[in-house]
């Protein structure tokens, strides 16, 4: 379980100090799709990085288990997301000089044992082992960013916006993937998106709203990747 408790993050100082996070508790469950909604501005991404550990706090603690981020050195916490998590962000962040491939076997270098070519399989993407992101659709290097996430083997899998930049048919096969990977693998998923139909496939929905959390959403019946409206 992932604990946030009584978490502030502030940007900027002085006069241009912006307050992004303002004493924010929320919980995510071992295995659970949790969707986190809200307007440009509400904190959804940086309550996503500090969760993921990309960022620190300025004052509460992120609590995984036993493990509390805001305690670990910069060696630690790199070591611990090294371990522990996966990104996918709206852009991709592809080695663009790398094949489909190399970038993959990125993130399986982070872990012991990782297949990181079935996984490119398990993505559609084994004829393209070789092509480079300049030779590939959006949807297609979404899909080489996730399993480069993917392959270090990760515990939770952040995802900030991942169908932004996607088309509505390319959007859907995205969304159908990570909810495969989540239900057949326990993978905990956490999901920022602008899209509210996306909280129908979730079973707990964080609304965010400037710099707090609104209200929290447990959702007893869930819908797939093709049955959401768009």
């Known amino acids: 379980m992932i604990r946030v408790q009584s978490v502030s993050k502030n940007y900027g100082s002085g006069s241009g100090i912006t307050c992004a996070l303002k004493d924010v508790t929320a919980d995510i469950d071992d295995g659970s799709f949790t969707v986190i909604l809200g307007a440009s501005g509400s904190g959804k991404s940086t ?11 300025d004052s509460g603690k992120i609590i995984y288990d036993d493990t509390d981020l805001t305690q670990l050195s910069d060696k630690e916490l790199t070591l611990f997301r090294r371990r522990v ?35 490119i399989k398990a993505i559609g993407l084994e004829d393209k082992l070789n092509k480079f992101p300049s030779e590939l659709s959006g949807g297609e290097q979404q899909r080489v960013a996730i399993a480069r996430a993917l392959a270090k083997k990760p515990t939770v899998l952040f995802a900030d916006e991942p169908t932004g930049a996607l088309d509505e048919e390319t959007g859907r096969q995205i969304l159908d993937y990570i909810d495969r990977l989540h239900k057949e693998s326990n993978l905990s998923v956490v999901m920022v998106t602008h899209n509210a139909n996306i909280a129908d496939m979730a079973d707990k929905v964080i609304y965010m709203n400037s710099g707090r959390v609104e209200k929290v959403e447990l959702r007893a019946s869930k819908k797939s990747a093709y049955e959401i409206d768009w």
């Open 47 to 57: 309550l996503l990085n500090v969760m993921s550990g990309l960022e620190r706090v």
């Open 85 to 119: 998590v996966g990104l996918v962000f709206q852009q991709y962040y592809l080695i663009a000089s790398m094949s489909v491939q190399d970038n993959v076997r990125m993130g399986a270098e982070l872990a012991t044992g990782s297949d990181y070519k079935a996984i």
